[in-house]
């Protein structure tokens, strides 16, 4: 087993790379999960596994490390499936007030609240000499929209997404809870024993 690994998690969101650790936890064995500072790449991908991998690119070539990237979001099937891979940015704002508040307005008076996060979690690892391998693994939380935000936890639409099974909303869940069941949990959770296995981790 290699010591002392470390996998670069390509974003500068400090409360993410906590989120991945404790999604993670022990199973990441050897491997030292670490912050990012460089550039941040145009995300111009049309899918969540596609932009996943542009950050994963860019992280792994900056650091020369292995990196894992998730894209995410809400996919709404009333609305064909928006915001998607826009959910950050649906306002134009990027505050997560003003999207939640634009994804209740284009869904009054509409029965059919069905929705889904969806994650794509990606790996790059560089290779001396050779292109890199890559990997992504991708997952879907369904359940449906509330009318309402509901819930102080959590973040983004989490106050408004209710999963399927559950009678609260994601922000009323406790992070462990959450945790448990999230669509970032179930495509890190994949992704995995793929990086594991090529780090010898």
């Not at 809400?74 to 950050?88: F, K, N, Y």
């Amino acid at each position: 087993m290699t010591e002392g690994i470390r996998v670069v998690l390509a974003t500068h969101n400090a409360h993410k790379v906590e989120e991945l650790r404790r999604i993670l936890g022990s199973p990441l064995g050897s491997i030292e999960l670490i912050g990012y500072d460089g550039p941040e790449p145009v995300e111009d991908g049309d899918t969540f596994a596609a932009n996943a991998l542009i950050k994963a690119r860019a992280a792994a070539a900056h650091t020369g490390l292995p990196a894992i990237a998730d894209d995410s979001g809400i996919s709404v099937g009333a609305l064909d499936g928006a915001p998607g891979i826009h959910s950050a940015r649906y306002a134009g704002t990027r505050d997560s007030g003003d999207n939640v508040r634009l994804l209740l307005a284009n869904l009054d008076g509409i029965a059919d609240r069905s929705a889904q996060f969806d994650c794509a979690a990606a790996a790059v690892i560089p290779q001396q000499g050779g292109d890199a391998i890559e990997h992504v693994e991708v997952a879907a939380w369904p359940g449906v929209v509330l009318d309402a935000p509901t819930g102080d936890g959590g973040f983004g639409y989490d106050p408004v997404f209710r999963p399927d099974g559950e009678d609260r909303s994601a922000a009323q869940l406790s992070p462990a809870e959450k945790d448990a069941i999230s669509h970032r949990t179930q495509a890190f959770t994949a992704l995995l024993p793929w990086l594991t296995a090529q780090l010898g981790a």
